[in-house]
Each structure stands twice: as structure tokens, then as C-alpha cells.
């Protein structure tokens, strides 16, 4: 089964053999592709039934809350921390970052992009919070309790001091251009670091 | 009933190498009575360890000798199950301490002949677990594929991991803790005063007499079997129903069903356990505390073990050995970088969870333990 296309991204761009926390893994489909070439791959994640189809398929991952329970994992005790598509459903996305880059040096950080033109359009057009390909859930029971754009996520960085590594600008399954990202990027990818 | 009980002859092997206890005390020579299935395989690298809980015993797969019953986790070990013969040799032993074969109160002193009693050391779960080594050197086995325990099971799991971080490959720890709150340490205490002051206990020297402390040890067993189930679940089972009768009788029969249920539970626990073994089963883990040797840390506990695969399972309707407990753990083994795996499941039935019908624990523990296999 092919992955999602942002986490293909992100398991092609982590190194073989380091020691990697994915916050928020699911039922472990990154972990697998990881640990197929040979990464040592750790999981955080918060629904049960996830967590119990991961363990079945051999992963190490342990029920947990990225709000609250990164901070039971020492500094410096991974390579890479990865949180895909989970930055917009925390309660603070900021501390959430400074806690990736506690347990690791490097992070990717992957979040759908709130100024991509559809929602731009539902927005302008419609007077409406959008429901796109990439933001398919009603404003009423979605878990998207802070929606984020490219520009937002480049000026909390920049805030914090944070260096960017390398950005992957996603619109559907391709990689689009950087040049009006802001507007044309469904999915953004950074690999952020101290 | 006791001198039936101790009347079964059981697979035992006794090796003749002194055990030093936590204690300070030795035992010249070990008793273990064990039961194994499934075949061990050329080079030895597929044996699993399962560790039994407080009134467990070997039969982990096969009809008790007292009872008749299947043996209390035959739903998850045989061929094809979670914990599949086809592919592990799997090795159960009768925990020091306990009645069924293996070391314990019942065994007689080697100078007289005569059923120790009280004079049998007081044991630790570090104990038992040293035991269980010493028969696995017997068997000529190194190191595990895996160990895996629930409730009592579990205690001696984490204790393996402490004490033997190299001759396991995986650790499965279910519905268990790596201390003994004051809440279980109260409750064992109920049941063992409850032997206490059956006046058939007789300072625990009741072997040779017509009189065993029975109905001490059906008190607590009452008590405990309570602690084992969940309020949900008694209410489910049981409500305020009445016990084969429409009118309550303003007596003292078990006019409720719940009543009944825990009388026949105490009743026909002292046909397969020995009083004095809960006695010294129940102080081992009411001593159990792997943090203590570490000036309360519980990482020290797990230093060496980082390169054990841990899995910690907790059910939510446990309040015995509840998940605050199983994370206390999983928080020790993230903190010393240990692969450790933890999760909730939701399952209605209490502590006794482990043991029952929870087809998500079935799936855990066949991932647990094929992982790296």
C-alpha cells in the first residue's frame, strides 16, 4: 500500500539508522516504511484502536496525548520527532514545537495550508469555513482547532529562532513549486531544527 | 482439603544449588514444578516464560489436576493462539512459595520430614524470579524469546527485566504494577487475617490435623475475588437480584445472588489453594516495590534493560492494578530510551480483564510477541 504522500516525503528524508519519535503515528503506517530501512522508530498516539492495530503490527508505540505527554521522553533521546497533520489539532501548537525540538534535534512538521486558494475562494466567495480535499471536515466537529498557513508557521519560527531546514510544498499528491507557495501549497512539510 | 491438594503429583524438577533469599535467609535446595508446550527449537530461541498471577498456577494450557478445569489462560496459549505452541516453546512454572509442586509452606524440612509451615522462609517476587532462572539454567535455555505475566504474572515480568536485562529478548506486562499500593497491600492484609484467626490455622502447622483453615481462606478469597471484578460488571452480573427465592428472608442466608456467587468463588477456591501459600504469595507482593533498591527511582530499575521490547497493557475498568500504575512504568522506560509499547484497552470485567474474553489483548499479545521473532 503506498503511504500518504507527505509521510513518503518524510520517510525518504529520514536517515537510515537514526532513532526517530512519530507523535500523533496512527496505526503505525510511517513506523513500518521507517523501520523497513532500518530507522529505529518509536510512536505516540492518542486513540486506542490505533494504538492496539500498531502494537499487532510490531510497533513500539504508547497511548499518549501530544499535549501533554512529550514531556515523559528525555532531551535529546530522539534524532527526529515527526508530527504529521496533528500540529492544527493541538491545544498549543507553540509549545508543541519546542517540545519536538526538546526530545530531538530535528523535527517534520507537517499541516494543511489555511490560505491554499480553495479555502481562500470558500472564504472570500462563500463567507464560509471551508471544506476541501485537505480540510474535508465541517467547522462544527472537526479536530482542527487551529488552523495554520505557511506564512503563520515561517513567522512562529522565525519568532522562536528556529532554523529551517528544508520545506516540502504539496498541492493534491504532487510537490509544487515554492514560488506562491502561500497560495498554491495544499500541504506544507517543514524539517525544522534548534 | 489441604492434604488432598498437596496428594497431586506434579512435573517437578529439584535442583540441588543453594537460593539465597532477599530475605537473607537461603534455601538449601529448590523445588519448581512446571509445566512446557510446544517443541524448543535447535538453538533454543524460542522459549516464552509465562509467569502466573497470585493463585495461578502451571496449567496454563491444560486441565487442572484439582479441578478438572482448562487451564486458566488456554484461550490464549495453544497452537494457532495468541501465544502460539506452533511456534514457542512455552514454559509455565509453579511460583517458590506456592502449593501446587513447587517450594512452598507445604514442603516438608529436610531434617524432620515435617510440612514446614511458618518456618518456610518469607519469599519476594525477585525470589520467585531467581527460582524461575534457576530452572531455565536446568533446562539449558539462555535467554528468552519472551516473558510474559498479567496482575502477579506482571510483577515478576518487570522483576525479570530488572534482574536479568539480558536473557530476554521482549517483555509483555499485563494489568499489573511495579509497586504494591497501600490500597493492595490493605486488602491482602484483610485476607490474610482472615486465615489468621480461623482457629484451624493453628500457626499454620494444620498439614497433619483434620482441620484446615478453610473458611479463612474462603473469606479471602471473597474479599480479593471483589477487587478483582468491577463495579460495572458485579451490577451487570448480579444487580440486587435475589438468590432462588422471591421474598428476602430477613436472615442471614445469601438471600442476594451476589452473596451466593462469592460464597461458591470462597468455597471452592479452598479445594485447589493452600492457606499458608496465600500467606506468603500475598506478603511477596505486598514487598514489591522495584524502585526501592534505586532510592525510589524507578528508571534505575530499568538501566540495564533498555534493550528489552517492553509492552504494558492496562484495562480501564481495573482499579486494582489501575493504568496510573502500567504509565508510572511506561514513563520509567521512556526516560532510561527502553522500546516501550502502552495501551488502555477498554474491556468491562475488572482486573480479571486479563484472563477473559478481550479479543483486542489477544491481537496485542500476538503482536508483541512476533515482533523480531
Given amino acids: 500500500m503506498a503511504l500518504r504522500p507527505d509521510l513518503a516525503i518524510i520517510a525518504d528524508a529520514v536517515p537510515t539508522t537514526s532513532r526517530v519519535l512519530d507523535v500523533g503515528c496512527g496505526d503505525g503506517e510511517l513506523m513500518v516504511a521507517l523501520r523497513n530501512k532500518g530507522v529505529d522508530a518509536r510512536g505516540l498516539e492518542i486513540d486506542p484502536a490505533n494504538v492496539t492495530a500498531a502494537i499487532a503490527r510490531g510497533q513500539s508505540v504508547v497511548q499518549g496525548d501530544a499535549n501533554r505527554d512529550l514531556a515523559d521522553y528525555p532531551d535529546d533521546a530522539f534524532d527526529y520527532a515527526i508530527l504529521s497533520q496533528t500540529l492544527q489539532t493541538t491545544e498549543r501548537p507553540d509549545m508543541v514545537v519546542d517540545e519536538l525540538l526538546r526530545i530531538a534535534p530535528r523535527a517534520f512538521v507537517s499541516f494543511p495550508n489555511f490560505a491554499h486558494w480553495r479555502v481562500r475562494l470558500a472564504l472570500l466567495w462563500g463567507g464560509r469555513m471551508p471544506v476541501t480535499r485537505s480540510i474535508p471536515i465541517a467547522w462544527y466537529e472537526t479536530p482542527n482547532i487551529h488552523h495554520v498557513t505557511v506564512s503563520d508557521f515561517r513567522d512562529l519560527v522565525r519568532a522562536k529562532g528556529i532554523g529551517v531546514e528544508r520545506v516540502w510544498h504539496l498541492s493534491g499528491d504532487r510537490p509544487t513549486s515554492d514560488a506562491a507557495a502561500s497560495w498554491r501549497a495544499e500541504h506544507a512539510i517543514f524539517l525544522i531544527s534548534r | 482439603m489441604a492434604s488432598l491438594l498437596h496428594d497431586i503429583q506434579h512435573h517437578s524438577v529439584t535442583i540441588a544449588a543453594p537460593l539465597p533469599l532477599d530475605?537473607?535467609?537461603?534455601?538449601?535446595?529448590?523445588t519448581i514444578a512446571y509445566q512446557n508446550y510446544g517443541a524448543l527449537n535447535a538453538d533454543k530461541s524460542n522459549a516464552v516464560l509465562i509467569c502466573h498471577a497470585l493463585t495461578g498456577d502451571q496449567y496454563v494450557a491444560s486441565d487442572h489436576p484439582a479441578t478438572g478445569k482448562p487451564g486458566w489462560w488456554a484461550r490464549m496459549v495453544g497452537p494457532g493462539k495468541p501465544i502460539d505452541t506452533d511456534r514457542f516453546h512455552v514454559i509455565c512454572a509453579n511460583v517458590l512459595g506456592s502449593c501446587m509442586g513447587s517450594s512452598g509452606p507445604a514442603s516438608p524440612d529436610a531434617a524432620t520430614g515435617a510440612p514446614l509451615g511458618m518456618a518456610f522462609p518469607v519469599i519476594t517476587i525477585a525470589?520467585?524470579?531467581?527460582?524461575?532462572?534457576m530452572l531455565l539454567d536446568h533446562l539449558g535455555i539462555a535467554r528468552l524469546h519472551a516473558v510474559v505475566g498479567?496482575?502477579?504474572?506482571?510483577?515478576?515480568?518487570?522483576?525479570?527485566?530488572?534482574?536479568?536485562?539480558?536473557?530476554?529478548a521482549s517483555a509483555l506486562v499485563i494489568a499489573s504494577a511495579a509497586r504494591h499500593s497501600a490500597q493492595n497491600i490493605a486488602f491482602h492484609e484483610v485476607g490474610r487475617q482472615a486465615i489468621m484467626a480461623d482457629p484451624d490455622w493453628q500457626d499454620g502447622q494444620y498439614y497433619g490435623s483434620a482441620r484446615a483453615p478453610t473458611k479463612g481462606l474462603a473469606v479471602a478469597r471473597m474479599a480479593a475475588h471483589i477487587t478483582y471484578l468491577s463495579e460495572e460488571g458485579l451490577t451487570e452480573k448480579f444487580g440486587r437480584r435475589l438468590q432462588a427465592r422471591d421474598i428476602k428472608s430477613f436472615g442471614f442466608d445469601a438471600d442476594f445472588q451476589v452473596e451466593s456467587y462469592l460464597r461458591h468463588q470462597g468455597l471452592a477456591f479452598t479445594d485447589r489453594f493452600d492457606a499458608n501459600a496465600y500467606l506468603y504469595i500475598t506478603r511477596a507482593m505486598d514487598y514489591f516495590d522495584l524502585a526501592d533498591p534505586h532510592d525510589g527511582r524507578l528508571a534505575g530499575a530499568f538501566a540495564a534493560a533498555k534493550d528489552v521490547r517492553f509492552t504494558l497493557v492496562s484495562f480501564d475498568t481495573d482499579w486494582l492494578y489501575p493504568t496510573s500504575e502500567s504509565r508510572r512504568v511506561v514513563q520509567a522506560l521512556q526516560s532510561v530510551g527502553a522500546a516501550a509499547s502502552f495501551v488502555e484497552l477498554s474491556a468491562p470485567f475488572g482486573h480479571d480483564s486479563f484472563l477473559l474474553d478481550v479479543p483486542a489483548l489477544d491481537r496485542l499479545v500476538a503482536g508483541a510477541l512476533g515482533s523480531g521473532f
Fill in chain 2, 150 to 168: 498479567g496482575s502477579m504474572g506482571g510483577m515478576q515480568t518487570l522483576a525479570w527485566a530488572a534482574t536479568y536485562p539480558d536473557r530476554l
Fill in chain 2, 127 to 133: 525470589d520467585m524470579v531467581r527460582a524461575q532462572a
Fill in chain 2, 23 to 30: 530475605s537473607g535467609q537461603v534455601l538449601p535446595s529448590v
